[in-house]
């Protein structure tokens, strides 16, 4: 069993499958923050998911111009921005040829996107708070040959944090807001232990038993 997970420089799900003795391999064209750079492919993700080495592919494409978080960006003035649009034109693509990557299980990793972007309904949606880590981070799942991940540990809602910023500018009008936890775009992008987890040890065992692995 060999797993690809695309575009992740953390090595957060990569280690993950590693603990359980599973070939896996971080993919980015960073390099690895990690700590293990002998299971890191600093390069293209499209070309390694499409070289036929692989049964697994957990894909994390960059969602900066595809996340409706950015509506605020895309649209100026009550006007399209052509070039923040062109962009997002090119996210997609990205998306798309991962999503049809020719590997017999997939999944794919993505805040909520602009209905625009037109990526297909997601699969499943999950949150931190339901794998053990206190926070709020919606993330929707698009899954091939694989099934929805099982919760693992959910925390009470009243323990839970807001990871991401959100309506920030909408502070001056008195609108709800929150600075949330994460201060940067790496943060921003952090996939949490909980998940990891599961994604690791959920897949690992369906693949073995059911998927034909």
């Known amino acids: 069993m060999k797993?690809?997970?695309?575009?992740?420089?953390?090595?957060?799900?990569?280690?993950?499958?590693?603990?359980?003795?599973v070939e896996a391999y971080s993919c980015d064209?960073?390099?690895?923050?990690?700590?293990?750079?002998?299971?890191?492919?600093?390069?293209?993700?499209?070309?390694?998911?499409?070289?036929?080495?692989?049964?697994l592919m957990?894909?994390?494409?960059?969602?900066?111009?595809?996340?409706?978080?950015?509506?605020?960006?895309?649209?100026?003035?009550?006007?399209?921005?052509?070039?923040?649009?062109?962009?997002?034109?090119?996210?997609?693509e990205f998306f798309m040829k991962l999503k049809?990557?020719?590997?017999?299980?997939?999944a794919i990793e993505n805040p909520t996107p602009f209905k625009i972007a037109n990526l297909g309904k997601p699969d499943q949606v999950i949150q931190p708070y339901q794998f053990g880590d206190?926070?709020?981070?919606?993330?929707?799942?698009w899954l091939k040959n694989l099934p929805k991940l099982k919760h693992t540990d959910i925390i009470d809602k009243s323990k839970v944090k807001t990871f991401l910023p959100?309506?920030?500018?909408?502070?001056?009008?008195?609108?709800?807001?929150?600075f949330g936890v994460a201060k940067n775009q790496k943060e921003y992008?952090?996939?949490?232990?909980?998940?990891a987890e599961a994604i690791a040890f959920q897949w690992t065992n369906y693949l073995k038993n059911k998927g034909g692995i």
């Open 3 to 21: 797993v690809l997970i695309a575009c992740e420089e953390s090595q957060t799900i990569a280690k993950e499958f590693r603990k359980l003795g």
């Open 166 to 178: 959100s309506n920030v500018s909408g502070k001056k009008k008195g609108q709800k807001y929150s």
């Open 100 to 106: 049809n990557a020719p590997i017999k299980h997939i």
């Open 58 to 92: 957990i894909a994390h494409p960059p969602c900066t111009y595809l996340s409706r978080a950015g509506a605020r960006w895309l649209y100026k003035g009550g006007e399209l921005n052509s070039d923040r649009y062109d962009k997002l034109v090119e996210g997609r």
């Open 134 to 141: 206190p926070y709020s981070k919606r993330t929707l799942l």
């Open 29 to 55: 064209i960073l390099d690895p923050s990690g700590g293990v750079p002998s299971i890191h492919i600093k390069g293209d993700a499209i070309e390694e998911a499409y070289s036929g080495k692989y049964d």
């Open 189 to 195: 992008s952090k996939t949490f232990k909980g998940i």
